[in-house]
């Protein structure tokens, strides 16, 4: 589990110390402040941990961190993720499981990481990213583009889950939280989605009837990824999940089910990490923190950089929650002048 | 059980005797009440296993309306000031710091232990509409905030309610 990260000189992040995260945490802000970069950022960090000694890889951390770097960020040289007029370079200390993980780097970087130091031991656990948009109807494309044509385009968040949602979904007992999740996941797609070895193509099966994946709704593709990863076991207790915008595509009573089975997997172990826009989310995270003494960390983008919160002590005070207002009074002015 | 109270166009309870304190229409009020506004009542609740619930009642007729309030953010800040003003002067009153509080205060009141006793400020519109209730909520528990920080009251201490909801908690009969 990740415990604490401080990141400096990253991108848009110039500063930001997150000392305390729990099973589920959020982050919240308005656009262009660097919510997914910073997913992305803890992202390649736990990926980076993961691949290192696995299998017979022989690569060092250094190495597998700078190209996590680059093909999730894609730039020119990893350099150019140093914040733009930052006068020191770039750091990363993520905490996993109280155990560190840091490195650093100047604009001129090329691909070379001299400094990286790592106590985590490795992981045999998978983190995953889960981008706003859904990948099942791009699956093939995003694999030929990336491991045959070697080209920009889709970063490593899109063909990491590709590769994950690639390998076949295993029989015998799974966890029974996950079993239930998986349950709870297809009450709200009305059917489930199947990979069709014979076509190499993804299916939505409903009752008897099967439909292409490209003819599905944006939201069921959504939900099907997770579900299919649960599936597959290629998530385990350990698995750290990233969700940016979780809302996207999906009904609001859509989104809270899907904010109850996040609950469900958080209590069996998953860590989440969640990036959002939306006043469904922060509400419904809101009542699981009270109705179970929960608690959920925020970290806010705010005028003077990132404020952490808990959303067990209540709800956070952001421009989500604003807007929500703000929409209310128009209204009411509009129904009744 | 006392007589029902008849605010803005409601009527609530009628409650078990003692565990109503009408604060509005209180002689400790009345003693005290220029320039201070106040909610309408406080109410016992109980329940198995929990803490003892007060619950601090204002009520409105309507909602924010340009042509009778002055615009939303008034409202809001009005209601904060009666919420505010009742819980403060209803724990004063069962601290006894009002001469008057002894003879008005039931006994339920009087022997409340104040340090584990859990509060809830309510607001019930009459007739609003159910989608209008949750930005209202969100607007008087941002306002409320210092209170509900200060008082170490839960995160779910603030409530925004019509009439409907008001009936289903026992708020009216």
């Given amino acids: ?337 | 059980m006392n007589m029902p109270i008849i605010e803005s166009g409601m009527s609530f309870g009628p409650f078990i005797d003692g565990h109503c304190f009408y604060i509005e229409k209180s002689v400790t009020y009345k003693k005290i009440e220029k320039n201070v506004q106040m909610a309408e009542f406080i109410l016992l609740r109980y329940k198995t296993g929990k803490p003892p619930t007060v619950w601090v009642i204002e009520a409105k007729s309507s909602s924010p309306h340009p042509d009778t309030f002055p615009g939303f953010d008034e409202f809001i800040c009005e209601i904060k000031e009666k919420l505010n003003n009742a819980l403060v002067l209803g724990v004063a009153a069962c601290l006894n710091r009002h001469s008057t509080a002894h003879n008005e205060l039931s006994e339920q009141f009087k022997t409340l232990d104040l340090s584990i006793v859990d509060f809830k400020l309510i607001l019930v519109i009459k007739g609003h509409k159910a989608e209008w209730l949750p930005p209202l909520q969100d607007a008087l528990t941002k306002v409320l905030h210092p209170t509900v920080k200060t008082w170490a009251l839960s995160a779910l201490s603030v409530m925004v309610m019509n009439d409907d909801i008001a009936r289903s908690y026992g708020l009216m009969s």
Wanted: proline share 4%.
């Fill in chain 1, 1 to 337: 589990m990740l415990n604490k990260v401080e990141i400096k000189n990253f991108g848009p992040l110039q500063h930001i110390k997150w000392q305390k995260m729990g099973k589920i945490n959020l982050v919240i802000g308005a656009n262009g402040t660097g919510k997914t970069f910073l997913l992305k950022s803890l992202y390649s960090s736990m990926k980076s941990v993961e691949e290192y000694k696995r299998g017979d890889d022989q690569r060092s951390a250094a190495e597998i961190l700078a190209e996590k770097l680059y093909w999730t960020f894609q730039p020119e040289k990893i350099g150019d993720l140093v914040s733009k007029g930052a006068d020191s370079p770039l750091s990363c200390k993520i905490t996993v499981n109280d155990c560190s993980f840091s490195y650093g780097f100047g604009k001129d970087t090329v691909k070379s990481i001299s400094s990286l130091e790592s106590h985590v031991p490795p992981r045999v656990s998978n983190s995953i990213f889960l981008p706003a948009k859904e990948i099942l109807s791009l699956h093939h494309i995003i694999l030929k583009s990336r491991e045959q044509d070697k080209l920009f385009g889709f970063d490593d968040t899109y063909l990491d889950l590709a590769r994950a949602l690639r390998q076949s979904p295993k029989g015998g007992k799974n966890y029974s939280e996950f079993a239930k999740s998986r349950q709870s996941l297809e009450e709200i797609l009305e059917g489930k989605v199947e990979f069709d070895e014979y076509s190499g193509r993804w299916l939505f099966k409903k009752g008897n009837q099967k439909f292409p994946i490209g003819v599905t709704a944006e939201g069921v593709k959504k939900i099907a990824i997770l579900d299919t990863l649960l599936g597959n076991r290629y998530l385990d207790p350990d698995s750290i999940i990233f969700i940016d915008e979780p809302e996207s595509a999906l009904h609001p009573a859509a989104i809270s089910k899907f904010m109850d089975i996040i609950a469900m997997l958080a209590d069996r172990g998953i860590q989440f990490f969640m990036a959002s826009h939306s006043y469904f989310v922060v509400k419904k995270l809101f009542l699981i923190a009270q109705e179970n003494n929960l608690s959920i960390p925020v970290i806010s983008a705010c005028d003077n950089g990132w404020e952490t919160m808990d959303l067990r002590d209540g709800m956070p005070d952001n421009p989500i929650i604003n807007e929500s207002i703000r929409l209310y009074k128009e209204e009411v002015e509009l129904a009744l002048r």
